[in-house]
């Protein structure tokens, strides 16, 4: 498709860009937005399907020969298209890629490998921590990510930011039922669950051996790791900390942990 040239922000074609900042597209949509020169390359890099590419007249002569033919590229003048995105358009490349439905649990096991390394958030709700989470997963080499309800959109436009589109490669489901799922992984599949705690009586990290098959449960900034969540598992570690500490980030913390676990594997 011919690159099409926007001078109208009422024009129907780019509504998905409008007003980003304060509107950001639907969970459950049909599409979601990828930001940036690294993350839309990255998106068109992938197997999801890209809709379509929005980007500022200065920077047709760049993008307009690394946008393959049948996907839709827009070009705003940089005004233009800071008034319809809602914010200082200064990369001046932005992307909609096509969702699809979550995989299920059986989708995302690797059978084909013996150990399984898993990381399971029931309610992980602040964007940036769970950006984090699914960057740090994929760079430690972890074969799922499972989130729960409470937890906010993996493909939400701040969350695929943090992440650098590690979310495009690494398989994540949004269980519908995180508690029968955490059921399976340890009664049908052998996975020992590890409940990431601040726990003087947890076991200490550097002391915790894994089995084949493990995944970590990590909670919340405020809340933590819920007492349920916590019940659920086979385990509770803890990573000791200088007295007075309150306690980690929960992305930091992740990054401990799965570094421990993925090298003692390696």
Not at 70 to 94: D, K, M, R, S, T
């Amino acid at each position: 498709m011919p690159r099409v040239f926007i001078d109208d922000l009422n024009d129907p074609r780019v509504q998905p860009y409008r007003q980003l900042k304060a509107s950001n597209l639907m969970r459950h949509g049909e599409l979601f937005v990828a930001e940036g020169t690294k993350l839309v390359e990255r998106l068109l890099a992938s197997d999801y399907e890209t809709a379509s590419v929005l980007i500022s007249a200065r920077r047709e002569p760049v993008w307009g020969p690394k946008v393959p033919p049948e996907i839709p590229l827009y070009v705003i003048p940089q005004e233009l298209g800071a008034q319809l995105v809602g914010f200082n358009f200064h990369v001046g490349v932005v992307a909609c890629g096509k969702r699809r439905p979550s995989p299920t649990l059986d989708d995302v096991l690797p059978q084909s490998k013996s150990a399984w390394t898993l990381v399971i958030c029931p309610n992980c709700d602040n964007p940036e921590n769970l950006g984090a989470i699914i960057r740090i997963s994929r760079g430690m080499g972890v074969d799922a990510l499972l989130l729960g309800k409470g937890c906010c959109d993996p493909f939400s436009r701040r969350v695929l930011r943090v992440s650098m589109g590690a979310a495009f490669r690494l398989p994540i489901v949004e269980s519908r039922d995180l508690a029968a799922d955490l059921h399976r992984l340890r009664h049908e599949f052998g996975v020992e669950l590890l409940a990431t705690v601040l726990d003087p009586a947890a076991e200490p990290l550097h002391r915790v051996s894994r089995s084949d098959r493990i995944g970590l449960l990590f909670g919340n900034e405020h809340a933590g790791l819920g007492p349920a969540w916590v019940q659920c598992c086979d385990r509770r570690v803890t990573i000791p900390m200088a007295e007075g500490t309150d306690s980690l980030n929960v992305a930091v913390a992740a990054g401990i942990f799965l570094y421990h676990f993925t090298r003692e594997s390696a």
